[in-house]
């Protein structure tokens, strides 16, 4: 059963972060997610020196304004004429430092564990479970990260057209008249919303993986975008899958293993995609040099 | 305790030279590196740091420093090279491709170090302790080592500062002038390498990238030659150093490497306002400033106009309202402009006897308003015929018109515009009831 819970944790996470993952590599935002698993930090420590518990939710809406606040500090800093990557580097390292140094100023009061917060194992998840009334309902990050998916997954089915444009040619998208600015902050929100509710159970390495590494391969396997959403869960769920068979295995870090696992999904994709993979392009090059 | 008492302690000493070596050569390299927008490589090569850390721990057993700078260089040239094969091979885009191999190579990495942990030899403390960096615990023997490779960092950019240069702004011409320009590609990246793998143990994963982005792009903000923006960002990346550095040392608690990237960051912030011409703040003013020039050439220009269709008016003066007609502008934004425009001497407001008072030219002002008007219509009559002139070789950038032409190339273009009726109507030459009230109003000023 518990096998069952990680496995299930690891696709939930998965599959919401691959999903939204897409829209980042269309977009050249894929260093989005990395800031902002790093940039969270300063609002977790600050809800946790205002709340005094270690309680799910205050942990979760500081998180969460912390996201917020990256990523409109980027597109501001984006807007003034700064380059995107260089405004994504200075944004994120500034706000983890001020929460390193916050966690280091307070480190009485503050019974924060850097690595417990940032690197959470999702091992744990089976035995932190959600009592409703008497009930036992499961584990509490299946309900947290499940509810994210759905809401990720309703915004954009709501929204899908829109979104779409504004991914590929936002530029048109602002002619026809979609507040195109809105649908950023929209898909940014979902994207550090999915961020903040996985890193606290499953570890930041596997969210930021688990938002571009699947992704990438749905990329390099088709040109249209609903497939792609399609195939990008489809390679986080099987990497959670093997990841975990790996992760017993070997006796390792199981959100490792997963991110272990989807590297080398991707790498397959890389290597033997039947349009863009090396293998592909090789044989084409042969059979026109033939020609 | 004082800075000068922290100052004369050798070990605050070494670490404070330590870092600001640090930030020196992250300035440097970080330059190049934010022009050829690679901001973030120094992130990734970073965190590819760690498999190879794990490794070199897995088969060696020791935990000396020297053989784990050498495990986190492969690994990161390992990086690179799988960041470089797939960007060149497949259509995903270099931030994807760095995302990507960042988080693969650092999950690789925790594998490994759970591997460790959990086997029965292993023991993995210290490890996580070199990439996360403690500045504080820098001795002697590893600020030696930095200000050996910071020097050869340094002598190498100085030496190969042209090619880089020319790698930086245009490869593809730099090819054609027969300069290996993948290998100097590589080398950078090489150097890049070098220096985040010295700044780990420092500063550790997260604030060496910052490291290698702040000064840079703080130093972009004051300059646009790449010789004095590398100078500028060593400086700065330097100063970022000292300063967290000191900052550190007089707070308990406070760790060195975050207070280096807030010193850093303050610098950009500051820059990012203040920089006389990229600033937030200067631009805004310039903003304002070109925005009302403009509107007054607009009202001018209105009021010029105004008189050519009704020129009986022209001694009598124009009032706001008609002016708001011709002008669609709104009247307190036209009385603002009108005002300023009489400050200046270009207009003056004339109450003539019984009648209503209205808005005039003064000689200053016809002047400038025909000057304006002509620069507008030549404008119109050039954009209107383009094919016709294209022997003058006119730039369109620039405003002027008529300043781009010799007086014989003007002439048939004045010709044309006659035949077109739009010559400016009103003698630039002052009227001379106009000179006369323009004579009685300095004499009234005075």
Redesign the interface.
């Known amino acids: 059963m518990n096998t069952l819970w990680i496995i299930l944790t690891g696709a939930l996470v998965a599959a919401s972060c691959g999903f939204l993952g897409c829209f980042l590599?269309l977009r050249?935002?894929?260093?989005l997610?990395?800031a902002i698993s790093?940039a969270v930090l300063p609002g977790i420590v600050l809800a946790f020196l205002v709340s005094g518990s270690r309680d799910t939710l205050p942990m979760l809406i500081g998180a969460m304004v912390a996201g917020l606040l990256t990523v409109f500090l980027i597109q501001s800093?984006h807007q003034?004429?700064?380059?995107t990557?260089?405004a994504?580097?200075?944004t994120?390292?500034?706000l983890?430092?001020?929460g390193?140094?916050l966690v280091?100023?307070y480190?009485q009061q503050v019974d924060l564990d850097l690595?417990c917060v940032l690197?959470g194992e999702i091992a744990y998840v089976p035995w932190d479970t959600w009592q409703w009334g008497t009930m036992d309902m499961g584990p509490r990050a299946v309900w947290l990260i499940g509810g994210v998916f759905l809401l990720s997954l309703l915004t954009v089915g709501l929204f899908y057209k829109e979104i779409k444009l504004c991914s590929f040619d936002p530029a048109m998208a602002a002619a026809v008249g979609i507040p195109v600015l809105f649908f950023h902050y929209l898909l940014m929100g979902l994207v550090s919303l999915a961020t903040v509710a996985s890193f606290e159970s499953v570890g930041a390495?596997?969210v930021?993986?688990m938002?571009?590494?699947p992704a990438?391969t749905a990329?390099?396997l088709t040109d249209r975008l609903p497939v792609m959403l399609f195939l990008s869960m489809g390679a986080g769920i099987l990497s959670a899958g093997g990841g975990y068979l790996?992760?017993t295995w070997?006796?390792?870090?199981i959100?490792?293993?997963?991110?272990?696992v989807?590297?080398l999904l991707?790498l397959l994709s890389?290597v033997f995609s039947p349009r863009?993979g090396?293998v592909a392009?090789a044989l084409a090059r042969r059979r026109f040099r033939y020609e | 305790m004082n800075v000068w008492m922290s100052l004369q302690d050798p070990n605050t000493q070494w670490v404070l030279f330590g870092c600001m070596l640090l930030g020196l050569s992250g300035g440097v390299l970080g330059s190049f590196a934010f022009l050829r927008g690679r901001s973030l490589m120094g992130d990734a090569l970073a965190h590819a740091a760690l498999p190879g850390v794990c490794l070199v721990y897995l088969l060696t057993g020791s935990k000396s420093v020297g053989l784990f700078l050498i495990g986190a260089a492969i690994a990161g040239l390992v990086a690179t090279t799988c960041i470089t094969a797939i960007t060149r091979h497949t259509r995903i885009k270099e931030d994807t491709a760095l995302a990507i191999t960042l988080s693969v190579f650092f999950g690789i990495g925790i594998v490994l170090l759970t591997f460790i942990q959990h086997s029965p030899t292993g023991n993995q403390s210290g490890l996580d302790k070199f990439l996360f960096g403690q500045a504080a615990s820098l001795v002697s023997g590893d600020v030696t080592q930095m200000i050996i490779v910071s020097i050869v960092l340094l002598s190498i950019t100085t030496l190969l500062f042209k090619e880089f240069t020319l790698l930086t702004f245009d490869p593809g011409y730099g090819r054609g002038l027969g300069f290996p320009m993948g290998l100097l590609d590589s080398l950078l990246m090489l150097m890049l390498l070098t220096a985040v793998v010295i700044g780990l143990q420092a500063v550790g994963v997260v604030l060496m990238a910052a490291m290698l982005i702040a000064p840079a792009v703080t130093a972009r903000y004051w300059t646009d030659r790449l010789s004095s923006m590398v100078i500028l960002a060593g400086l700065f990346g330097a100063l970022s150093g000292m300063l967290g550095t000191l900052f550190s040392t007089q707070v308990e608690n406070l760790p060195t490497g975050p207070m280096i990237v807030l010193a850093a960051t303050c610098f950009f912030l500051f820059s990012l306002l203040f920089s006389p011409r990229r600033g937030l703040l200067f631009r805004l003013l310039r903003f304002l400033r070109l925005r009302k020039t403009i509107l007054e050439e607009d009202v001018l220009c209105a009021l010029y106009e105004w008189f050519e269709l009704s020129p009986a008016h022209f001694l009598k003066g124009c009032s706001p309202e008609s002016l708001m007609e011709k002008s669609g502008k709104p009247l307190r934004t036209l009385r603002r402009a009108l005002l300023a425009l009489q400050r200046k001497g270009m207009v003056d407001y004339r109450k003539s006897g019984g009648e209503q008072p209205g808005w005039i030219f003064t000689a200053a002002g016809l002047q400038h308003a025909h000057q304006l008007i002509l620069n507008q219509r030549l404008w119109d009559l050039y954009w209107m015929n383009e094919q016709q002139y294209q022997a003058l070789s006119i730039d369109p950038n620039k405003g002027d018109f008529v300043g781009q032409l010799v007086p014989e190339q003007l002439a048939p273009i004045l010709r044309d515009l006659d035949s077109y009726g739009l010559t400016p109507k009103l003698s630039a030459i002052p009227h001379p009831v106009i000179t006369r009230i323009d004579q009685k109003r300095k004499g009234v000023s005075v």
């Open positions: 590599i050249r935002m894929a260093m997610g990395d790093h800093l003034s004429g700064v380059k990557d260089a994504i580097g200075v994120f390292t500034a983890f430092s001020i390193v140094v280091s100023l480190t690595d690197y390495i596997l930021v993986a938002l571009v590494v990438a990329y390099l790996l992760a070997l006796d390792s870090s959100a490792g293993a997963m991110t272990a989807a590297g991707f890389f863009y090396l392009k």
